[in-house]
């Protein structure tokens, strides 16, 4: 039972255009979510993250927006650049300490 | 800062040996994490800690343990491996559940 689903495993973007990364969740529990950026052979880095209680938080390019009614929530990379090429995982959390991620989205920006 | 380090970085056992996988940070970090990645899934927890001699299972415990006897180490215990544990292994650290994680680099294990 996949409580926190990327439905898109990849995406290819021109350099410099928006890129826009989805998540869906099924716990209404979840009161923290997080993306994390991929390389291979490396360990997950974090990227941004945003409390239940918010709908957008913006860091530089990244921002992450929360839409809890739909359980849904979006990392916006503006504008793409070549080194964002990368796998982007969400995750979320819930009072529990249990966290879960999804299954990633492979983005390739194209220079 | 070496932040989390993982030994070791590969590893082939047969089917029912044992083995320990290391984790260590150095952030004084009250929380401690262990990951799974399958192939094409995302990572799945499979043991946490809040603090030295505290564990809880994650979603995946299933043929693994834990210790937290210090702060700084995480060890996870392989015992009776099984093909259905060749993964690679993440371990992750943070202050607090609503703080990020660090990740250490991985452990590939190959179980033959």
């Known amino acids: 039972d996949q409580q926190v689903k990327q439905n898109s495993p990849s995406l290819s973007v021109q350099e410099g255009r928006i890129s826009i990364l989805n998540c869906d969740y099924t716990?209404?529990?979840?009161?923290?979510f997080l993306w994390y950026k991929k390389y291979p052979a490396e360990g997950p880095t974090f990227l941004i993250s945003i409390s239940s209680i918010k709908d957008k938080n913006e860091d530089g390019r990244f921002t992450v927006f929360l839409n809890k009614s739909a359980k849904h929530l979006s990392l916006h990379i503006v504008p793409s650049q070549p080194g964002d090429s990368a796998v982007y995982f969400c995750a979320a959390s819930a009072i529990g300490n249990q966290f879960y991620f999804g299954t990633g989205t492979s983005l390739t920006v194209i220079p | 800062n070496a932040g989390v380090t993982q030994t070791p970085k590969f590893r082939i056992l047969k089917i029912g040996q044992s083995m320990t996988l290391q984790c260590a940070q150095d952030m004084n970090h009250n929380y401690m994490y262990w990951y799974r990645q399958d192939p094409g899934m995302g990572l799945k927890l499979i043991y946490y800690s809040v603090g030295a001699g505290i564990t809880d299972k994650g979603e995946v415990p299933n043929g693994y343990n834990v210790s937290r006897s210090t702060t700084e180490d995480f060890p996870l215990r392989l015992e009776l491996a099984a093909p259905s544990q060749t993964s690679v292994y993440f371990c992750?650290?943070?202050?607090?559940?609503?703080?990020?994680?660090?990740f250490g680099p991985g452990t590939r294990l190959t179980v033959l």
């Open positions: 716990n209404s529990m979840f009161d923290y």
């Open positions: 992750a650290s943070s202050q607090q559940r609503i703080n990020e994680q660090f």
